[in-house]
């Protein structure tokens, strides 16, 4: 290869700012990102497209091109369904292929750390295990499309305030045993063609330009091969950047200075990044494009059909077993096909469901019923609150048609109670929206919601609460209500999937991803960190989508280090509203005879069996505490160390066995680099949610240690 091709494969053009650009091609799809190819090598133009719900078409920047919308990624980690994420991300991988675009920047793996995160919903939850196994799963879909799948954002982007700029800073025992451990087994399980750097500092250094990261982690702890490309605009150095691990610079345009184009060919002259590093820089490139199979099997230069209705069905499936019941008291749910009068209030359930937005932001089949404008703010430049064409007021109508079935709006709380008054069934659906680029200030649902369900539910006790939210939310109303569901943004078929399971066409079987606080105060940190200096940073420059500039610092300290979300809970005995992993049923189940095994890890054998009078899906969860060194307590905060989902027919027994995963039960040695497993007793147990054990028993393993 020439230098120039060389040059040319390490930095992407970004297409809204890039037409007319020297150098810029000119045949440019509006979308995230485009490296031009090299024909005479056969190595393919890389066109790169948002996201991990969908082919993301933001602001409507390719007219008139829709794709199939996933519900939130928080959905699909509900359903602890590794079968699930793959085919989710199979569909979106063959829709992308279809329009061209040969690189899906999914994969987002982020830990929710913090209740308010505005990208929460983007992710698979607060836990390691969970989250790795579905991201791998995830990615493992896309890529049998023969296109790249990204894993990101690597690492610690846990908020969006002050995103370009906050120094994550956690000790490095924390981080692999958490958040790095996610990444870990996503990549060890999916096999990315590349991994993206964050926007954030991590202990000081930018994720982009951070030596520790992508080359002591990424190269010599894991033995990636595949390449690290930038987020969009996380690029700040040359050199620096080049020689801690980044290959390839993203969307070039966004950044503060055009760093991988003549400034590396300087620093290539200037000997200050080797010229052996732009050839491993490639290298990396082309064995991500080789390994996903692109290389050999080109995606088509013509856009191809696409199998909607099919693509739609595994939408509706993914919906449908991320939905939570998370309270159903007298029974109230399922309702009956012959309810006389149902009203549906809130949330335009008249016409959608809610989605979140930024770059994941999918322009769904069937069109935007209810899309606003932001006026303000970071994501006012990329985002709107939209809503996909997924009529609940369709779909209750569809499922119960001898019923009189009608929607208020709720902006009038007493006219809402009035016409609630009397009806065999109320429907609440409440909204809280998130997106990219902004997290909430508050916990509690917008707009007086809180308000109209209180209300509401004083004029009719058969009142249904539906919660279309990018997290947890508080719940004042709880006690008040029988029944509460949580649907997540629910994709494009999400109104179907919400009227299956209410009227128990569907028996609910989603457990929660992430712990739903009582109060906001119980999380490690209340609010966002370094709020109020963005925002005043922002409005006196006009930052916009930034989220401020190199020249703010913000610290976030994150104290709970590896116990993130319900090991939190636990380690200062705290309650939440819901904790990890918990999910209601339309039936029982009960579990029996625990037999635990040990070896080089834990193995924990029982039955499970449907005590009720419908088929359903259970959730058994593995949970282990390592042992304490003396005079430090009776034992660490239980960890998530296997799941599996059964399906199970009134009745039936299954024997299950799960295995723990070996890093669970270990501590990362800094020094060494290598996993420590202490000798001791360990604590297992079998639970229906982290805080709910039903099996218990001890396991005493030697000691061991062993390379990641």
């Known amino acids: 290869m020439s230098q120039d091709e060389k040059l040319q494969m390490v930095r992407t053009w970004f297409p809204p700012l890039a037409k007319g650009k020297p150098g810029a091609p000119d045949d440019l799809i509006p979308s ?63 829709e992308a292929r279809a329009k061209r675009f040969n690189v899906l920047l999914a994969g987002g793996v982020n830990l929710t750390r913090d209740p308010w995160g505005g990208r929460d919903f ?18 493992r879909g896309v890529q049998s499309n023969h296109i790249v799948s990204t894993i990101k954002h690597f690492a610690l982007n ?22 790095l451990l996610a990444f870990e087994i996503g990549i060890e399980t999916g096999h990315p063609a590349s991994v993206m750097c964050a926007y954030n500092k991590i202990n ?18 894991w033995r990636y091969k595949g390449w690290v490309m930038s987020d969009w605009g996380a690029v700040h150095s040359t050199a620096k950047a080049a020689n801690a691990g980044l290959d390839q610079d993203s969307g070039a345009e966004l950044d503060d200075g055009d760093w991988f184009r003549d400034k590396l060919r300087a620093a290539l002259a200037a000997g200050t990044v080797p010229q052996a590093r732009l050839d491993a820089m490639v290298r990396h490139i082309l064995t991500g494009v080789i390994a996903s199979g692109l290389y050999d099997d080109p995606s088509p230069s013509t856009v191809q059909p696409i199998d909607t209705d099919a693509h739609a069905r595994v939408a509706q499936k993914a919906e449908e077993q991320g939905i939570v019941l998370l309270r159903n008291e007298g029974a109230l749910l399922p309702a009956a096909t012959t309810a006389r009068r149902i009203v ?21 089949t069937g069109g935007v019923p209810v899309e ?26 569809a499922l119960a048609p001898q019923a009189d079935v009608s929607y208020v709006d709720g902006s009038d709380p007493q006219a809402a109670a009035r016409a609630a008054k009397g009806a065999d069934l109320v429907l609440v659906f409440a909204t809280q929206w998130r997106t990219e680029a902004e997290d909430v200030t508050s916990l509690s649902l917008p707009d007086h919601q809180d308000a109209l369900i209180e209300t509401v539910a004083a004029a009719n006790p058969h009142t ?77 420059s006009n930052a916009g989508s930034s989220g401020g500039t190199t020249a703010l610092a913000i610290a976030v300290d994150y104290p709970e280090g590896a116990d993130v979300g319900y090991r939190w809970y636990e380690k200062k005995a705290l309650k939440p509203l819901f904790p990890f992993g918990f999910g209601l049923s339309y039936t029982q189940f009960r579990y029996a005879g625990l037999s635990v095994k040990a070896g080089r890890t834990i193995s924990a054998s029982f039955d499970v069996t449907n005590t009720g009078s419908r088929a359903g899906a259970v959730v058994p969860q593995l949970y282990v505490s390592l042992p304490t060194a003396k005079g430090q307590g009776t034992r660490s ?63 005493t393993l030697p000691a061991i240690t062993f390379r990641p």
């Open 464 to 540: 249904a609460v539906v919660l279309e939210t990018g997290g947890p939310v508080l719940m004042p109303w709880l006690g008040k209500v029988p029944a509460v569901l949580a649907a997540w943004y629910p994709g494009q078929r999400g109104a179907e999937a919400i009227a299956n399971v209410i009227f128990g066409k569907v028996n609910p079987s989603g457990r929660l991803p992430i712990t739903f606080p009582a109060s906001a105060d119980q999380a490690p940190r209340p609010a966002p960190v370094g709020l109020a200096q963005v925002a005043e940073h922002d409005a006196a």
């Open 637 to 699: 905060p239980a960890r998530l160390a296997g799941f599996a989902r059964i399906e199970l027919a009134p009745g039936e027994t299954r024997h299950v066995t799960l295995q723990a995963e070996p890093r669970i039960l270990a501590s990362w040695d800094t020094t060494r680099r290598q996993w420590s497993r202490a000798a001791g007793a360990y604590q297992v147990s079998v639970n229906r949610a982290a805080d709910d054990p039903v099996l218990t028993d001890k396991a």
């Open 344 to 364: 549906l209030i809130g949330g335009h359930a008249d016409v959608g469901v809610l989605s979140g937005g930024g770059s994941s932001q999918v322009r769904s």
């Open 122 to 139: 983007e992710y698979l939850g607060e836990d390691p295990v969970l989250a790795g196994t579905l991201v791998g799963a995830q990615i």
């Open 204 to 221: 000081g250094d930018h994720a982009c330009e951070n030596h520790e990261l992508l080359t002591n982690v990424l190269r010599s702890d």
């Open 32 to 94: 995230a990102g485009e490296m031009v190819g090299i024909p005479r090598l056969g190595i393919p133009t890389l066109r790169e497209s948002d996201a991990s719900l969908g082919v993301a078409n933001q602001v409507n920047q390719r007219p008139g091109d829709t794709a199939t919308a996933l519900p939130s990624s928080l959905a699909t980690a509900a359903s602890f369904n590794p079968q699930v994420a793959e085919e989710g991300g199979a569909m979106i991988g063959a």
């Open 158 to 179: 846990a908020q969006e305030t002050g995103r370009m700029v906050y120094d994550a800073r956690i000790g490095q025992a924390a981080l692999h045993e958490s958040d």
């Open 372 to 397: 606003i404008p932001l006026k303000s703010g970071p994501a006012s430049s990329f985002a709107r609150i939209t809503w996909h064409n997924s009529s609940p007021l369709r779909a209750i109508r």
